[in-house]
């Protein structure tokens, strides 16, 4: 059964930002013009205004939308389809060979690392095992300082 939809990327015509990706524009009336307290223009020229500002941001935002929006869509698409095979067949593999690589290498360096430094630290911690230090206190000066040794 064929289906008529190029894919399961069904779209909701109400809600256009389901993930929430602009909040941060605000761009209502509220959001962009308020007047404090102690200032106020007079109410027509407030709700011309108004007018004015939606009537404006509504049409240039259709206008930018009709036109450019399905070129950068376009764009977009491309990039995401680019990004998305760069991923898939070239970045993951080789990251997958560099992992496998290395891990060659780690083993090969463990091994020898095993095979050379160990036994050598082994020996070395073996003499040193039955060595102890005693912390004295020196004699004052009571006789000359040459005669006096530490190692």
């Known amino acids: 059964m064929v289906s008529s939809s190029m894919g399961d990327d069904s779209i909701d015509l109400e809600d256009r930002d389901p993930h929430h990706l602009n909040e941060h524009v605000q761009v209502s009336w509220d959001d962009v013009i308020g007047e404090p307290d102690g200032i106020k223009s007079p109410e027509c020229a407030w709700r011309l205004s108004n007018y004015c500002f939606r009537l404006s941001r509504n049409f240039c935002y259709i206008l930018l939308s009709v036109v450019v929006a399905p070129v950068f869509a376009l764009l977009l698409g491309l990039t995401f389809a680019c990004l998305a095979f760069e991923h898939i067949w070239c970045i993951v593999p080789c990251l997958r060979v560099w992992r496998i690589l290395c891990l060659a290498t780690r ?3 463990s091994a020898l690392v095993q095979a050379t430094v160990r036994p ?15 912390r004295d206190k020196l004699p004052d000066s009571a006789g000359r300082k040459d005669d006096i040794r530490i190692v």
């Open 107 to 109: 083993n090969f360096c």
């Open 120 to 134: 050598c630290t082994e020996s070395l911690g073996y003499c040193f095992y039955n060595l102890r230090l005693l």
